[in-house]
């Protein structure tokens, strides 16, 4: 029986890890798309600033719109990513509790055994106190 529950355990562990790197995956794919905002902001602005010049005053409108139209694409797909984030967070949390109640599973399992190991030594111990009582009385019986 504690043999099955360690390799159960060892198992929802691996899938404990998987999950949670799966999770910094999409945490990272995220993190990286607010990075490609931030650059577009920055990019605006940077265009914004040579805006003084005829020639970049005619098509900043143009560039300006383009660029937010790129940020809200990437706002959506943020959004679409934090929905996908939050279920892998669910499934993290649930391969914890899974592991975890393997662990106490475990952890009963091997208080029973060893509760029955030091029941048994315990009888053992008292069956030897109980001989060696009879063995003396039996040797005062005899002195007498």
């Known amino acids: 029986m504690i043999e099955s529950l360690q390799n ?9 890890d ?16 607010v990075r490609r905002i931030e650059a577009i902001d920055a990019e605006m602005a940077d265009q914004s ?34 929905t996908v984030i939050e279920e892998q967070q669910d499934k ?8 975890k109640t393997y662990e106490i599973a475990l952890e009963q399992q091997q208080k029973k055994k060893a509760q029955k190991l030091a029941k ?9 106190g109980l001989q060696r009582y009879f063995q003396k009385d039996d040797m005062f019986d005899s002195a007498q």
């Open 8 to 16: 159960l355990i060892r198992l929802r562990k691996w899938e404990l």
């Open 18 to 33: 998987e999950a949670r790197r799966v999770l910094a995956e999409m945490l990272e794919e995220r993190d990286e798309m």
């Open 49 to 82: 600033k040579n805006s003084e010049l005829e020639v970049f005053a005619t098509s900043l409108g143009a560039y300006m719109e383009g660029s937010r139209k790129q940020q809200k694409i990437i706002y959506d797909q943020i959004v679409q990513k934090d």
């Open 92 to 99: 993290v949390a649930e391969s914890f509790r899974e592991l």
């Open 120 to 128: 048994f030594e315990q009888d053992m111990l008292d069956e030897q």
